[in-house]
């Protein structure tokens, strides 16, 4: 049977960055208060680039690198929850920019879990079939839906895209298993409402902006990411000595830190650059990779990764380069 294999990665990311001491200029923080809680230095924010066009400009990067003509990909998914538009998709808008006019495309929106989820979804289309090259984006303008007077989500978040181009194949290696998960009576933990948003959910007077319950967050992904992942081990006959690398969301050092204490791994197998980019939501991840693909890190590993955000959502794959 066909399984997706990742064949090559890009990356988009805006030019203007934003460091923490920038941020203790127009907030009540610091460089040091961010970074011992969170492992943030700095991140990339969306002046003038728009999310399609930070996802088209991933997705061309990896494409131009693998050489596959646009004209050959057969799906686009991109996983976005801060999309430029409620309609019409973002992918539709990358198809268009990257010239792909065969695929058929649509946007996937699980959070900070989109990429694992999307991975998933992908590969049950290689499965059966039904396509034979596909690109998965994680593209974010997260910085649109800040309060940046609000300390205790403003520093967290950047914005930026990843891709990866995923092609079906019957040799061995690809993607080994994903399992995607919901916990939806949690929802309210970490939530970004609508503008003029007026339904049973929210009350009208919320402000469009992120807010979390960071403790409630934090439990959440140390106690379901470790779990999922021993259940995702077992159902393989792996172990967490199986695996060469661990490629989770970047949304805070400290949680990385706890997964992998209760996974008994070292912090050397976890790869960490929330220093540099903050959370940037669905795209952590495959900017993650394309940054590890780039520097060689990748081929012939065994690469466990994870995802985890509102919803609330999270999920895994293991992966073979």
Not at 33 to 60: C, D, F, N, P
């Amino acid at each position: 049977m066909y399984h997706g294999k990742i064949i090559e990665t890009g990356s988009f990311l805006p030019k203007t960055i934003i460091t923490n001491d920038d941020l203790s200029k127009v907030v009540d923080t610091s460089d040091e208060w961010i970074y011992s809680r969170t492992g943030i230095k700095q991140r990339h924010i969306a002046v003038t680039e728009s999310v399609s066009e930070m996802a088209a400009g991933a997705a061309l990067d990896a494409l131009n690198r693998s050489g596959v003509n646009p004209l050959d990909i057969d799906m686009i998914v991109v996983a976005t929850g801060s999309a430029d538009y409620a309609m019409p998709s973002t992918g539709t808008i990358v198809q268009n920019l990257i010239g792909a006019k065969n695929a058929f495309c649509f946007d996937l929106n699980a959070a900070c879990s989109g990429f694992v989820y999307g991975l998933e979804v992908i590969e049950q289309f290689i499965q059966t079939g039904k396509i034979k090259k596909a690109i998965l984006i994680g593209a974010e303008k997260l910085s649109q839906l800040l309060n940046w007077e609000d300390r205790g989500t403003c520093v967290l978040f950047g914005d930026g895209a990843g891709a990866v181009i995923i092609e079906g194949t019957l040799d061995s290696g690809g993607v080994i298993d994903t399992k995607s998960k919901s916990i939806g009576e949690q929802f309210e933990a970490l939530i970004a409402p609508l503008r003029n948003n007026d339904t049973p959910y929210y009350k009208q007077e919320m402000e469009p902006y992120i807010s979390m319950d960071g403790r409630a967050v934090f439990q959440f992904a140390v106690t379901k990411v470790s779990q999922l992942f021993k259940d995702v081990f077992k159902e393989n006959n792996m172990t967490g000595e199986d695996i060469d690398l661990f490629v989770l969301h970047q949304a805070n050092k400290r949680i990385i830190e706890s997964i992998a204490k209760r996974l008994k791994q070292p912090m050397d197998k976890f790869y960490l650059n929330m220093e540099r980019f903050g959370n940037t939501s669905s795209a952590t991840i495959p900017i993650a990779l394309d940054e590890l693909n780039k520097a060689g890190q990748l081929k012939g590993k065994k690469i466990a990764m994870a995802g985890f955000g509102a919803g609330l959502t999270y999920g895994s794959a293991i992966v073979e380069f």
